[in-house]
């Protein structure tokens, strides 16, 4: 189960055309780019202390990991809630609170995780296999649970010992060591879990470097140093506040004038500038992220509830949602709107991954004439409105702007609503929206990448879509380990969801985060989660 994503970002994007939906295979635009993740702090000299101010982009949603579908918040859990395994700086999966990768049983469905023992929540509980258990337990059952279709499916999860957790699976589910390495992963305090039970969110408990001291609403979030934790000779900073600044130029100012030390999602209207300032250094990364739009077929009741169809021609007739795909051209708006920072997709598959197949990562051409052909023949009204919800967030309002004028020659008019992230990520959940314009920061296994999203019945399936034979297919790949077969199903997964456009993908963001040269040991790698928690000021930076 080793993931060993160096090896997988090494090969490009594969150049073979499929005839029979007359794709289009964009060129790489990471060409002209240039990789760094950020440098540990190492032997460098660092001064023991400081405050350090994050400025994020977003609003993070509750600090809890179960119920979590924020990228924000996975940056300040990052901090003060480890997992059982994490992405190290060469992209392979290492452990973190477990002590070894899983070992699996020749029949595959016995999983078997060795865990620490003799650390300590910062609330002083001890760390153990039964701590773990509960947590998993949690992310696997609770009725809110973002957690469970990430985890397979699970039969048991029983503590064998202080110091072994075992999975029992109904089937093989061979993606399980990736969604440890992200929030199912994420052990919380037993003890603050029986104290706080759903309102866990409000003050989490965990293991880390650091831990949660307070939250305003809308504004901070601020960690501080805990003691407690196993490896504190490596804690540097006092504090970290993680500042919410969701206008990019005000981000980009208080960097210039060293009021934060950090900010993410840096725009590309910004981020030349910025490179140019000696006393700031740019990471960037060619993420695992796309972003897109989810279309709203029969997610009424909310997510996770049964779906029923909603009566509109978007949502019926998959004409329509084929012809809004055609109608979007990806090429000309990532270049006009980002700067050649960002690159087109058609697919959930990350093309610079050995998942990536032609069928994989084809793209059908922009073609507005077909479009409207599509619309003649599904008996709707052109232009055929439709209203799209997205983030009141600069970037993104530029780019929905553009689609909006590059939709209208396929036939559609785009009634724009700009709303809080925080809300948006609700709207997804609650189902009251006809189209939201939403992304993902990706994992490095396509599953988590796919079936949270699109597999009947999950807790992520904001559409409220439904495909026995993507639920197959995605089934078939989940139970097996060969890199190839697995490959070769993904592209027929694709293939399915081009043909019924619940989400379509649009872009995906190369990873832009900014910070000043008197820190180091901030570290932003593909899986989207920019690390401060071993961060440090340089001794002679002042």
């Keep these: 189960m080793l993931v060993r994503l160096s090896r997988l970002l090494g090969l490009g994007m594969v150049a073979v055309a499929l005839a029979s939906c007359a794709p289009l295979q964009y060129p790489d635009r990471t060409a002209t780019h240039t990789d760094d993740f950020g440098t540990p702090v190492g032997a460098q000299s660092v001064r023991a202390g400081g405050d350090l101010v994050m400025g994020l982009s977003a609003e993070p949603d509750r600090l809890d990991p179960t119920t979590s579908s924020s990228l924000y918040t996975r940056y300040v859990m990052s901090s003060i809630c480890e997992k059982l395994y994490d992405n190290d700086a060469s992209g392979n999966l290492v452990p973190q609170l477990a002590t070894a990768l899983p070992t699996v049983s020749a029949d ?85 879990l029986t104290k706080a039970g759903n309102d866990f969110g409000d003050h989490p408990v965990c293991v880390g470097p650091f831990k949660f001291v307070e939250r305003v609403p809308q504004t901070s979030i601020v960690v501080e140093r805990d003691p407690l934790y196993y490896d504190a000779e490596h804690v540097h900073l006092d504090k970290i506040t993680y500042r919410i600044m969701t206008d990019g130029n ?23 500038a910025l490179q140019q300032d000696s006393s700031l250094r740019l990471l960037q990364a060619r993420g695992l992220n796309f972003r897109g739009f989810y279309v709203n077929i029969g997610n009424v009741d909310g997510v996770g509830k049964p779906a029923r169809q909603i009566d509109t021609p978007l949502a019926k007739d998959a004409r329509v949602r084929e012809a809004l795909s055609l109608s ?78 590059s939709v209208a020659a396929g036939g559609f008019e785009l009634d724009i609503q700009p709303i809080e992230y925080a809300t948006l990520l609700d709207v997804q959940k609650r189902g009251t929206f006809e189209a939201l314009f939403l992304g993902w920061s990706g994992r490095i296994d396509p599953d988590a990448n796919i079936s949270r999203f699109l597999m009947t019945g999950s807790t992520g399936n904001y559409p409220g879509y439904s495909s026995p034979a993507l639920d197959d297919v995605l089934g078939q790949a989940a139970r097996i380990t060969d890199t190839a077969r697995r490959a070769e199903l993904y592209g027929q997964a694709v293939q399915i969801i081009q043909k019924d456009n619940p989400y379509l993908y649009t872009y995906r963001e190369r ?13 932003q790698y593909p899986d989207g989660v920019v690390r401060v928690g071993k961060a440090a000021f340089l001794t002679d930076k002042g």
């Design 511 to 523: 990873l832009l985060t900014v910070h000043s040269t008197k820190v180091t040991g901030i570290e």
């Design 328 to 405: 979007i051209d990806r090429n000309t708006l990532v270049d006009t709107v980002f700067d050649n920072w960002y690159e087109p997709t058609c697919s959930p598959i990350v093309p610079q991954t050995t998942f990536a197949t032609p069928a994989g990562t084809a793209c059908p051409a922009y073609d507005p004439q077909r479009a409207r052909q599509l619309l003649a023949e599904a008996g709707v009204q052109i232009p055929y409105r439709v209203r799209l919800q997205v983030q009141n967030s600069q970037d993104q309002l530029r780019y929905v702007q553009a689609l909006q004028a």
């Design 108 to 192: 595959g469905l016995t999983v078997t995780i060795p865990v620490r023992t003799g650390i300590k929540f910062a609330d002083g509980t001890p760390f153990d296999a039964a701590a773990v258990q509960t947590s998993l337990q949690r992310h696997l059952s609770s009725k809110t649970s973002q957690r469970t279709s990430e985890m397979g499916p699970i039969a048991a999860i029983e503590a064998n010992g202080a110091a072994q957790v075992v999975i029992h699976y109904r089937k093989p589910f061979a993606p399980i060591t990736a969604a440890l390495a992200d929030r199912a992963g994420m052990i919380m305090s037993p003890a603050e």
């Design 250 to 272: 005000i981000r980009a100012a208080n960097l210039r004038s060293g009021d934060i030390q950090v900010a993410d999602t840096i725009s590309p209207q910004d981020v030349d």
